[in-house]
């Protein structure tokens, strides 16, 4: 049985685009370039590793056009490149974050002054997304990507299991897990009362 091909736009972009046409390649990446920021400022530490990141995404999608059969949203093809990007991203970079001291840590403690007094409650906020900030760079990628995709990004399982490549029982296991280990991460990090 043949898959059923999707009429979209962005579906005859993409075959426009992996037939060679440049400028419906950036008209795709104009569409679906402030989802694919959004997505990876979840990864990313600052704005360099951002647009690295983005660019990574879309370069890997470029390169995987042929392979996009249309028979799901264009959007949804290319979120699954855009996580594995990520993912791979964080791999890559895991045994350097682990080492290395954030622009954001070193605000929260006071190494380096803030460019304005925050409000008391800003302040608070901003130590307790920082603490939370540090605590998801200590974990294993994959618990990363699962704790930024159910969590974070607020996707249900199905979605999850569905962009990663695991089962929905698979994910429901690794976000268990994932969030143990994060708690006991933030219990044993200094709350700097």
């Not at 679906?32 to 951002?50: P, S, V």
């Not at 660019?55 to 470029?62: H, M, T, V, Y």
């Not at 991203?89 to 954001?104: G, I, K, N, T």
């Not at 006071?110 to 307790?128: I, M, Q």
Request: charged share 25%; proline share 7%.
């Amino acid at each position: 049985m043949e898959p059923t091909t999707l009429p979209d736009d962005d579906a005859a972009l993409a075959r426009a685009a992996a037939a060679g046409n440049h400028p419906a390649f950036a008209d795709l990446v104009a569409r679906h370039q402030r989802r694919i920021f959004t997505m990876a400022a979840r990864y990313a530490r600052n704005h360099h590793e951002l647009e690295d990141l983005a660019q990574d995404i879309f370069l890997r999608a470029w390169r995987g056009l042929p392979s996009y059969q249309a028979t799901a949203p264009f959007s949804h093809w290319l979120a699954k490149v855009a996580v594995r990007t990520c993912f791979d991203f964080l791999r890559r970079h895991r045994l350097r974050r682990q080492c290395e001291v954030s622009r954001d840590a070193l605000l929260l403690d006071g190494t380096l002054p803030p460019e304005s007094p925050p409000s008391p409650a800003a302040s608070a906020d901003n130590a307790a997304l920082l603490r939370v900030r540090s605590a998801l760079a200590r974990l294993h990628p994959k618990d990363q990507l699962i704790i930024s995709l159910i969590e974070l990004d607020d996707r249900p399982v199905k979605d999850v299991a569905a962009l990663t490549g695991w089962s929905e029982s698979n994910v429901k296991v690794r976000a268990f897990r994932a969030r143990a280990r994060l708690r006991t991460i933030l219990e044993s990090m200094p709350h700097g009362d």
